[in-house]
């Protein structure tokens, strides 16, 4: 019974539980179809997110870099327009510097012979480690330790004995060695001190003997010895600060007779004022562009600045000196340049000015237009400096030709040379004419009784001023004066002469030399006569008198009386 419904349970089972497994089978399909479903779907989301998020990135990476780039080019602009701006600032301050070259110049403190002093600069001895002695040994440092008890007890009392014998001679060692070097510590020491003082005496020795030729220079410059006041001037124009750009080469020469300095000062080239006013940036070709300078304006600044130049100098040589011993200055302004027809270096004078104290110090400097100023003057300046149109200065500078010896005085009775004081008339007249003729003229003396004041007669294209020239002779021995000057004006005018020579063993005073140049008048003093006698004849001849050296009294009428040979 038992197994029957058992197997009737069975048989009912079967059925249901297939029936089960496949409804089971298709439920299961469904939710694995959903999950699948379901699970593509998050996947596309990922891939979206992330597509988007790459977009973002993509997209503010871009953001960045437009950005960047756009501060780039801002940065690129305001480098530029500042380095425009850097290099206006530059034209400015060098055309600032040029303005300034004769108002900076007033503001200084004139120099003095004081202002030359040399002051040693002492060098500070430092000995080094050779001032710090070495600390001395101390027995506390060699003193072996007491023994103990103990080693009393088992003989330790003869073993420090001999533990302190040894440590005795060890610090009496050391004693001695720290003397050792202690002496020669202390004889390095005073060598170092005798070498720094040894030093030192030679840098005040150097000091003393430079002060000491300052001092007879000072003397010698006091007394108007040539020497001594061209030096005085030379460092004055040394010390004179100009802009870069300027060169600083210069000669000098003083005239005791005339108690005047002349100059003869290189010129700053054209180059030296800016052709361009400044610079702007353009920012739509990414250039930048200089701003030019009108040409009327860089020509009128470059004649402004050698006006200054001309006005400073003289302003730093009266300013500087007394007038006991300066009473005037010469300025010569040249330019070393080249030819543009030879291209050969040619030297130009573009400006020539002489001026004496009291008109000068009648100035107010600070407020005057400068070539208005030498206008005022009657300097002889360049029509058109910066376009190099020369003139021909007021004295031309030769050195050797301002000289006469020092000694003439004292040897001409002993000298071997021939003496032109000492020729009578006719030889010295004569003298004169081949002079003359050895120039390039055409030249011959006149009847002594018929010469009316006119000494000899020369023609020639290349002397001096060229066409008929009426030369004097004058042998004197003192200054020939302006009244000798106006005779020959006249005698030129009888003869309708093109130019007069004067000719003098002696010196001219400025007041000659003004009008001479005003009249076609060439002087020969007696330094350049005796320059040309060498030059031009092969003969050494002494002019037999020399201007004294001590100033005259500060009196500029012109006598010009003969000295007591004629």
Request: hydrophobic content about 40%; charged content about 30%.
């Amino acid at each position: 019974m038992t197994d029957e419904v058992s197997a009737i349970r069975f048989r009912l089972s079967v059925p249901r539980i297939t029936f089960m497994k496949n409804h089971s089978s298709a439920s299961d399909r469904r939710i694995c179809g959903m999950a699948q479903r379901g699970g593509r779907s998050e996947w596309e989301r990922q891939q979206a997110a992330a597509r988007r998020e790459a977009e973002r990135a993509a997209k503010e990476e871009a953001r960045r870099e437009k950005e960047a780039e756009r501060r780039r080019k801002q940065q690129h602009v305001e480098d530029q327009q500042k380095r425009s701006e850097d290099r206006t600032r530059e034209v400015e301050q060098r055309v600032a510097a040029l303005d300034g070259a004769l108002p900076g110049a007033l503001q200084r403190a004139p120099l003095r012979f004081d202002d030359l002093v040399v002051k040693p600069k002492i060098p500070r001895f430092d000995p080094g480690r050779l001032d710090t002695p070495e600390f001395q040994p101390a027995w506390a440092e060699y003193e072996p330790e007491p023994p103990g008890l103990f080693s009393l007890l088992f003989g330790g009392s003869a073993r420090h004995d001999r533990e302190v014998e040894r440590a005795k001679q060890a610090f009496q060692d050391a004693v001695t060695a720290h003397k050792e070097r202690e002496s020669q510590r202390l004889s390095a020491l005073s060598k170092a001190r005798g070498e720094h003082a040894a030093r030192v005496r030679a840098i005040e020795d150097e000091a003393r003997s430079e002060n000491a030729l300052l001092n007879t220079r000072s003397v010698e410059f006091a007394q108007g010895r040539p020497e001594a006041v061209e030096w005085f001037v030379a460092r004055i124009l040394e010390r004179s600060a100009y802009p870069e750009g300027f060169p600083r080469k210069f000669q000098v020469a003083y005239r005791p007779q005339n108690r005047d300095i002349v100059v003869e000062l290189e010129l700053p080239p054209t180059s030296v004022i800016p052709d361009v006013r400044g610079y702007k940036y353009v920012k739509t070709r990414d250039a930048i562009d200089p701003i030019p300078r009108p040409a009327t304006e860089v020509k009128k600044r470059y004649a402004q600045l050698i006006a200054s130049v001309a006005l400073r100098t003289l302003h730093e040589i009266l300013s500087a000196t007394p007038a006991d011993v300066v009473d005037a200055v010469v300025f010569n302004g040249r330019l070393t340049t080249t030819d543009r027809a030879t291209g050969k270096t040619t030297l130009l004078h573009l400006l020539s000015v002489e001026s004496e104290r009291a008109e000068f110090e009648d100035l107010v400097l600070s407020k005057v237009d400068a070539v208005a100023c030498l206008k005022r003057l009657n300097a002889l300046v360049s029509p058109n400096p910066y376009d190099l149109e020369a003139i021909e200065p007021l004295i031309e500078f030769d050195l050797k030709r301002f000289r006469f010896a020092d000694d003439i005085d004292v040897v001409s009775d002993l000298d071997s040379r021939k003496n032109l004081l000492k020729l009578n008339p006719t030889e010295f007249e004569h003298l004169v004419r081949e002079l003359f003729s050895a120039m390039g003229a055409e030249a011959w003396t006149t009847l002594p009784s018929k010469d009316g004041g006119v000494d000899a007669v020369a023609t020639s294209k290349n002397i001096f001023f060229g066409g008929v020239c009426l030369i004097q002779a004058k042998r004197w021995s003192n200054l020939v004066g302006l009244d000798a000057v106006h005779a020959l004006t006249g005698v030129m005018s009888d003869h309708n002469a093109t130019t007069g020579v004067l000719v003098t063993t002696s010196w001219f005073g400025r007041a000659s030399e003004q009008f001479a140049q005003r009249n076609r008048i060439k002087l020969i003093n007696g330094a350049e006569l005796k320059h040309l006698i060498k030059e031009h004849l092969g003969i050494d001849v002494v002019p037999g008198v020399a201007p004294k050296h001590k100033p005259r009294a500060s009196n500029n009428k012109q006598t010009g009386r003969p000295g007591p040979t004629q």
